[in-house]
């Protein structure tokens, strides 16, 4: 059984870091694309972050240059470094595994999600 799950979800104040991990089991994603989408209460979800399998990143515009993401395809793991957070970064945030190897800022291609992770950001 395939699973995904985030973790490092919390409460910080606007201009704080934190680091959202997605663990992987049940099979390796070393050739597929990872994602991390967000959804806030009354939005809908949303693309923030991809990576492909050879390690090439996409950001949506409003998180290019405080956040970042990687992948340690050893650990089967995903990571997205957020700084500098602000109030409209509160949502909740999934990680997600393509069935191709590039980065889709749409959600068809992902097949594998996470439950999520809330992140909350205080002014």
């Known amino acids: 059984q395939v699973q995904l799950v985030e973790s490092g979800g919390g409460l910080v104040q606007a201009g704080g870091s934190l680091r959202l991990s997605c663990a992987a089991s049940?099979?390796?994603?070393?050739?597929?694309?990872m994602a991390w989408f967000r959804q806030a209460p009354g939005k809908e979800r949303e693309f923030v972050a991809g990576?492909?399998?050879?390690?090439?990143?996409s950001y949506a515009d409003s998180v290019k240059g405080r956040f970042t993401i990687s992948r340690d395809n050893a650990k089967n793991t995903v990571y997205l470094q957020m700084n500098s957070l602000k109030p409209e970064d509160t949502a909740v945030y999934y990680c997600?595994?393509?069935?191709?190897?590039?980065?889709?800022?749409?959600?068809?291609?992902?097949?594998?999600w996470g439950q999520g992770t809330q992140v909350t950001v205080s002014s």
């Open positions: 049940g099979r390796t994603f070393g050739s597929n694309a």
């Open positions: 997600a595994a393509s069935v191709l190897g590039v980065v889709h800022t749409f959600e068809v291609p992902y097949k594998y």
């Open positions: 990576i492909t399998s050879g390690g090439s990143t």
